[in-house]
Nanobody, 124 residues
Framework: QVQLVESGGGLVQAGGSLRLSCAAS????????MGWFRHAPGKEREFVAV????????YYADSVKGRFTISRDNAKNTVYLQMRALKPEDTAVYYC?????????????????WGQGTQVTVSS
């Protein structure tokens, strides 16, 4: 079992930065690949980024590539999403999720554990 708690969301102007954190409970955090997803009103849940269990591999959605960076600290049971050059279209509730799939996956159904989400609002 893994419990996930996101933090770091808020209101920021376009062009600004935020860093989201996702703290995980349990002793097996390092066995899970971790992903970030987002859900904006009126839209489907969208994949943002994923990082392998060791942190050696990452993959990003085209919409955030070059602006967002996913990282993790297994000693702290935490995964991060550094967001830069934010745009109004990045406004959404951001969720972290954990998966034991051995390959980096962008499919929400592949993730068995989800946090409660944190709101990110980017004003123009």
């Amino acid at each position: 079992q893994v419990q996930l708690v996101e933090s770091g969301g808020g209101l920021v102007q376009a062009g600004g930065s935020l860093r989201l954190s996702c703290a995980a409970s349990g002793r097996t955090f390092s066995s899970y690949a971790m992903g970030w997803f987002r859900h904006a009103p009126g839209k489907e849940r969208e994949f943002v980024a994923v990082i392998s269990n060791s942190g050696s591999s990452t993959y990003y959605a085209d919409s955030v590539k070059g602006r967002f960076t996913i990282s993790r600290d297994n000693a702290k049971n935490t995964v991060y999403l550094q967001m830069r050059a934010l745009k109004p279209e990045d406004t959404a509730v951001y969720y972290c999720a954990a998966t034991k799939y051995g390959v980096l996956t962008t499919t929400p159904l592949s993730y068995g554990y989800w946090g409660q989400g944190t709101q990110v609002t980017v004003s123009s």
